[in-house]
Structures are given as C-alpha cells and as structure tokens.
C-alpha cells in the first residue's frame, strides 16, 4: 500500500512549552502559535507537506481524562509520560483514509482501542478564526509504552498545512527518520510491532538492529551503543530509561549551508558528521536529538 501509515509526528512532551517551542524558533523553525486541545494539552507545531514537527505540553490537568478510547486517554498519557520525563511519548502515523488503515491492521493483527474525534481553535496568520477537525484511531501497546502510536486523519488539511506556517529558515522540508533506542533483547518485540504495523518486506537488518520503511521515513532501531555512536552522549534521562523509546527526529534539509548559517545566527551548538548535523544538547528539546539530513533530491 503506497504511502501507508507514514511518520507524520512523534509527540515531544515537554514541561514549559514557550521556552521549548522559543529555541526550536531560533533553529529556523515556523512554529504556530501554541493552540489547546480538549483533553487539557498545549501544542506548538512545525508544519510540513503531511507531516510535523510537534511539541506538546499540559495546561489544564483537570481535562487529561476527557476524549478516552477504550482504557486510553491521550491527556493522561501525556500526563503519566511527562510527570516521568520530557521525551516523545507517542508517535502519529499519516492517513488520509483512517477507517480503511484501522481495517488494514486488524487484517494484520493488529487492533485499534477506538477512535477520537477533535478540533482546535486557530488563528490564522491573516488574523482569521477557525477550527480544526482532526480523527485519532488509537494503537495503544502496553508492552511498548513510549512507542505507542495512532494514525491521525486531518479533516480540513487547510487549516494544517497554511503556507506561511510551512516557510522554515532553515530550509527543512519534512520528517525522514526516527531513531528508537532498544536494548538488544528489547529488540525483537520492537520488530514485531514494526512488522506487524509494515509487513516483513519493510524490515532491513543493520548491524546494530533492524530498520522498518514506512510510508514516509523509517524507523531506525539501535541499541545503545549505537545510539551514542550516531548522537554522542545520551541525555541523564534517556540513560536512565528501562523501556525502548524514540530519541531522535530526522528532518530533510534542503541546504546544509543554510542550516550552518542559521545555527550560527543563534548560537546553537551542534555535531556535523558528513552530510548530517545534529543540534546540541538534547535535553533542551525535550530530551530529543533534533538532525538535519541533506535532501539528496533537494
């Protein structure tokens, strides 16, 4: 199924959603006006041609058990996660068709708790007023907490993706990768989730995991060791973690040179490794290493 269940965004839970969503500004990032959703969480987004870059935070706990699907609540898990550590919490996977992908997974084995249907209240750039109409079809995993995923259906996608909102700096076009951290013998339950969500056809083996093609990027899989190898020294936080968990976003850049000199304007520090730069430190977005990857169609 071409396209089928692309990365579209991991949730980057953080604790003070303006100082988070100031420095992914600073890198050269459009970010939107941080807007509510109505199980009590703040969000500030990056947007790109169907996918994002999300930061999320809470800002009303008296919510979190509002909008459940099954046992699952999104504002709570957010909660839970974030009272725990800053860091992706969940992962949204893109459709244009939710219903048809929730049938194309229970064909697989696997089985959504349910489906939420939500708006948010907007402010376009032109000063309009709107509201956006979005379905989740939950895919909930206790067995893989931090990589739980939904797939997010946009209803009125031109409310997402506005032009102005999607004029980045830095020159960055879209999501390419995320890199999930698992021990060796976490491995095997990670690749059984990604094949049942992908097909066998989509796992590749490396020398330090596996990683799964999916509609739009890949799923890399390392261990730790790896994981340092890519990234250099994992935050205090993502050290301590027991569970498998994302601890990198990849994005498209058009220009590395126009990344550098953006970097340079805000002294942002930063790791270069061929055509590849990471930002520095991970701890001050949400414990995420944020990397820009050279387009090589750009």
Excluded: K
């Excluded at 009590?40 to 800002?59: N, Q």
């Excluded at 909930?140 to 700096?169: A, G, K, T």
């Excluded at 095997?188 to 739009?216: K, Q």
């Amino acid at each position: 199924m071409p396209g089928f269940l692309g990365i579209d965004h991991p949730v980057i839970v953080v604790r003070d959603i303006e100082a988070v969503r100031a420095r992914i500004i600073a890198l050269g990032f459009a970010m939107t006006p941080v807007t509510h959703h109505p199980w009590g969480t703040a969000t500030s987004i990056a947007v790109f041609d169907r996918c994002l870059l999300e930061i999320m935070s809470i800002y009303d706990e008296s919510l979190i058990d509002r909008s459940s699907a099954g046992d699952f609540r999104f504002g709570r898990t957010v909660r839970d996660h974030l009272a725990d550590r800053e860091g992706i919490s969940l992962l949204a996977l893109h459709s244009d068709d939710g219903e048809a992908d929730v049938a194309e997974l229970a064909r697989r084995g696997i089985v959504s708790q349910g489906r939420i249907d939500f708006g948010r209240d907007i402010v376009l750039p032109d000063g309009r007023a709107d509201r956006t109409a979005t379905s989740l079809f939950i895919l909930h995993d206790p067995e893989l907490p931090r990589l739980s995923s939904f797939i997010c259906q946009q209803h009125r996608r031109d409310l997402i993706q506005v032009p102005r909102w999607m004029e980045h700096e830095n020159g960055a076009t879209g999501l390419c990768q995320v890199t999930i951290c698992a021990s060796s013998a976490d491995q095997p339950r990670v690749r059984r989730r990604l094949a049942g969500l992908y097909g066998e056809h989509a796992i590749e083996a490396r020398a330090d995991g596996f990683s799964a093609i999916t509609g739009n990027g890949t799923f890399v899989v390392c261990d730790r060791a790896g994981a340092e190898a890519r990234y250099g020294t994992l935050p205090a936080a993502l050290a301590a973690e027991t569970e498998p968990c994302c601890i990198a976003i990849h994005l498209r850049a058009s220009s590395l040179s126009r990344v550098t000199a953006r970097l340079d304007a805000a002294g942002v520090a930063r790791a270069r490794s061929g055509e590849r730069i990471t930002v520095l430190p991970a701890e001050d977005y949400g414990n995420v290493f944020l990397v820009f990857d050279a387009d090589p169609i750009a």
